[in-house]
C-alpha cells in the first residue's frame, strides 16, 4: 500500500502561534471493505486525507460518506 504522511505547521496572521496539520495520501487501487476501514483508521490519524485511484463510479461516491460520517468527501 502506498501512503505518504506530509506535516506542515501554519503560523497565524502574527506568526506567534503555530498549528500542526497534518496531510497524508492514500493510493487506493480500487475500493472495497477491506480498504473503508484502513482509509477509516487513516482519517483518525490525520487532518487531510488524499485518496487516490478509487475506481468508484459517480453513482457509488456516495459509499464514501459511509466510512466516517463526520467526514466531508
Known amino acids: 500500500m502506498c501512503f505518504h504522511w506530509v506535516r506542515v505547521d501554519l503560523l497565524t496572521m502574527t506568526d506567534q502561534l503555530k498549528f500542526p496539520?497534518?496531510?497524508?495520501?492514500?493510493?487506493c487501487r480500487g475500493f472495497n471493505n477491506i480498504k473503508s476501514g484502513y482509509i477509516n483508521s487513516l482519517l483518525d490519524k490525520c487532518d487531510f486525507l488524499l485518496l487516490q485511484e478509487l475506481w468508484l463510479s459517480d453513482k457509488q461516491l456516495d459509499i464514501l460518506g459511509s466510512i466516517?460520517?463526520?467526514?466531508?468527501?
Do not use: G, M, Q, R
Open 68 to 73: 466516517k460520517p463526520n467526514v466531508l468527501f
Open 21 to 27: 496539520l497534518s496531510i497524508s495520501s492514500y493510493n
